[in-house]
């Protein structure tokens, strides 16, 4: 070899910054099985290890970073930066468009499928300012239309495969950005979305797995594996999808877990869960819901197309093979059996059995689910299966898991005075009483006025410790509302939608939640009246009565599944 054929040594570099290849790297590469559209736009740290780069085609503006790994990549990689310590083998092809967003942007369809209620995502979409969008349309065209284009640029997300992210036997990525230590394993197409990953590293739960087809997304904190389809969507914090799951026009929120099932306009607020194949979930809000198998609603007459939709109420669940037809609103902590074809709105009636009978009326047993011992379970049970919390992550949704809140006291207080109006008249001729469509028998319903009595006792020995209620200061109490997994004063709410800006929005909810505590005694010195004041001593009484009533439950249910494993034994 003459002086003038041998290799110089490689220019060394006091910083990282990507550089044009030499001729000599450019021979090694070929030799590797690697090609390029033109090698003078392809750049590489100056510690990349060349023998960890094979059978890769690179497109034009490619750069790679020190400690990277590319094999295997025959249909090449396109106008993206390799970040530091990421690894992509096996992958058939690679490619950004030079101006692409990647997801953030993307109008869901939420609730209504015809995109009248559009949730615009971006990374940090929280379940309050989704629920905001969907549920006030007119707050996004006339508060925040003005600043959305501004506000969703600054949410873009780079072009680029992280640092130390891995892509392994997948097929094609086109616009997908990859977040810092993201796996993604396996996955059939993915197309205009990004896949981000907030948790502390060695904490990651961020995956996307075998034969995943999604378009227009953002994966969030999220997993979504085995065969999973997406179109239109947001998979948030601790969100699991998987086993075949398809969605479209969705958003999922914290600890969501989906599974086999569909689901279309959906907004699945935090804890929502659904893992049987036949269950759809379309056109409704949920939060902390259990949806049985065979799960369906129905959100289109066939008349102006799928318009209608619904909402069910915190900690809602469905049984095998139970039907809603939308519009319909279920209240909170409502077990819902059989077909309802008559838009109930059972809000008025929280922790009810509802029973849709042979027309599809729906029968309403109020209370009921206050004597079950699996309700305060579920309570307790939440905070321990928060997946975000196990990762470090910054949290974008607000939760307040109790089960006992103002916003389901305020709707039992409410629900007892309309149950005494309801029993000073008669029964029909069918003996049943008939309210906003739904029917209840007087025997239920002089039930229900006991076990909300009890259960509005037990809220107050949890919120009370000494059983003293706070003064009141002689303004009247607010309302409360749910806004997607967040209890919260009705001014609260107001204030939100008079919001310009979403970070102004997201601000107040911040301080609603900082402040709930605070707010929840001022609320109940407020709403309490003489009546309950006049028996504050009983409440440790009430309290206790209560908890014998689902000490009852409990030992009931044990003896009939003691009854059935003797049945059942060998």
């Not at 009595?453 to 020995?461: E, H, P």
Request: negative net charge; contains cysteine.
């Amino acid at each position: 070899m003459t002086p003038s054929q041998t290799p110089p040594q490689t220019p060394t570099s006091d910083n990282n910054i990507p550089r044009l290849l030499l001729w000599w790297e450019i021979r090694q590469l070929k030799k590797q099985g690697c090609s390029a559209d033109n090698w003078q736009t392809v750049r590489f740290s100056p510690g990349v290890d060349l023998n960890c780069i094979n059978n890769v085609h690179f497109g034009d503006d490619v750069s790679v970073e020190e400690g990277a790994i590319l094999r295997n990549i025959p249909g090449g990689i396109y106008n993206c930066t390799v970040r530091k310590n990421a690894r992509v083998e096996n992958v058939g092809r690679i490619r950004f468009g030079r101006e692409e967003a990647c997801g953030v942007g993307v109008a869901v369809a939420a609730l209504d499928e015809t995109g009248a209620r559009p949730v615009y995502i971006y990374p940090g979409l929280s379940s309050q300012i989704a629920t905001l969008m969907a549920r006030v349309p007119k707050w996004v065209e006339n508060n925040l239309k003005p600043g959305l284009a501004e506000f969703l640029d600054s949410k873009a997300v780079p072009l680029e495969i992280g640092e130390g992210a891995v892509i392994i036997d997948c097929g094609l990525l086109s616009n997908v950005s990859v977040g810092p230590r993201v796996r993604i394993e396996g996955a059939s197409a993915l197309r205009n979305g990004a896949i981000l990953n907030n948790a502390v590293a060695g904490r990651e739960f961020t995956f996307v797995g075998g034969g995943v087809d999604a378009e227009n997304f953002i994966i969030e904190d999220g997993k979504v594996d085995a065969g999973v389809i997406l179109r239109n969507c947001y998979v948030g914090q601790g969100v699991s999808l998987e086993k075949g799951f398809t969605a479209h026009d969705s958003l999922f929120f914290a600890n969501c877990s989906f599974e086999n099932g569909e689901a279309c306009a959906l907004l699945a607020g935090p804890y929502t869960v659904s893992m049987h194949k036949a269950t759809l979930l379309i056109g409704c809000q949920t939060s902390f819901m259990n949806a049985g198998s065979a799960t369906n609603q129905s959100n289109h007459m066939y008349k102006l197309g799928p318009v209608h939709w619904g909402v069910l109420e915190r900690g809602v669940k469905t049984s095998s093979g139970a039907y809603i037809m939308f519009g319909a609103k279920i209240g909170a902590f409502t077990m819902v059996m059989g077909s309802h074809k008559t838009h109930p709105d059972s809000s008025s009636f929280p922790f009810s059995y509802l029973f849709g009978d042979e027309r599809g009326a729906t029968v309403v047993v109020p209370g009921a689910m206050l004597r079950s011992c699996g309700l305060m379970r579920d309570e307790k049970k939440w905070p321990t299966r928060d997946r975000r919390l196990k990762r470090k992550l910054p949290l974008n949704d607000r939760i307040i898991f109790n089960v006992l809140n103002p916003f389901t006291v305020d709707a039992m207080l409410k629900a007892i005075d309309t149950i005494t109006s309801l029993l000073a008249h008669p029964a029909d001729d069918d003996l049943y009483v008939r309210h906003k469509g739904m029917k209840f028998t007087r025997a239920a319903l002089e039930r229900a006025k006991t076990l909300y009595t009890a259960a509005i006792f037990k809220y107050l020995s949890l919120t009370l410790p000494n059983h003293k209620f706070p003064r009141s200061d002689g303004e009247e109490a607010e309302s409360w509302v749910d806004v997607g997994g967040q209890i919260m004063p009705r001014p609260y709410l107001d204030k939100a939608l008079a919001s310009e800006e979403i970070p102004e929005a997201e601000k107040v909810f911040t301080e609603a939640f900082d402040r709930y505590a605070e707010l929840e005694l001022r609320w109940i010195g407020r709403r309490f009246g003489a009546w309950w004041h006049e028996r504050e001593e009983r409440i440790p009484i009430g309290a206790a009565q209560f908890d014998a009533m689902v000490e009852d439950d409990r030992e009931e249910y044990l003896e009939m599944l003691s009854r059935e494993t003797q049945m059942l034994a060998l």
